[in-house]
């Protein structure tokens, strides 16, 4: 999740270089307030619902001795008992006002910069020492990089094929946890991956959301900025339905 984001960070950062030396911060801060404003607006649409629920089987147990096996998802326990169930996911957006909040940082600077009489003026860009320009230039990143996860999430939600996956492995490196993770995918094909995650307790599985057309391009829910997933179980209502069913 998130894959293209050094290259945006990497992009932003030589435009930035050349805005500095132009001595004009507008090069640089125009077309990132642009695109963040048009990436939260396209993570609007692409995917408007901003509470949902899905429904995935949950297989009985196979072991007939009475025990239960029991499978943890962001410390959920959810049991694999006798009988079929079924595992309710529910998502819904979240950080959205602090998101809002950059979009008005980013449409008040667009205003600013392009019918503000102030930047029009004779060198108006000498009084912006160094450190304000780079500080100002970092808010500007932070805000487009936001936007750019916010849309990122909104399109896997909206094209992604969801299942249950298993955690093989975690760890932290740069202050930052991470899972690695395997899943069977449509054609029941072994897949995998690893993804850097927010929370604390992911426990031995996770829910994995993957590109029905290309099963490696996967993610997982915990790895999810934007959005919170819940989980729990009910029986099943019907033994036969489809393996994912979509509910407002």
Sequence with gaps: MGRGTPVVGAAYIMIAAIAVVAIDLRIVLVPAATASLLLFVGGLLIFRRHRAALILPWPAS???GGSSDVVIIDGVELPLQSYEQELIVAFRSRHIVELVGCCVVAAAA???MLFSSLLREEGAGDHIGAYQAELICGAGLGILLANLR???ERRILCSSHFTVGTVVGAGESSNRRWVT????DA???RRGGREYVWTRS??????VLFNPNNPDSNTVHCASLFHEFRFCLMPSRNRRQPAIETSA
């Design 187 to 189: 054609s029941r094909d």
């Design 62 to 64: 196979e072991d007939e």
């Design 181 to 184: 993770y395997q899943f069977f």
């Design 110 to 112: 667009l205003y600013f």
């Design 150 to 152: 916010w849309f990122s």
């Design 202 to 207: 992911y426990g031995n599985a996770v829910l």
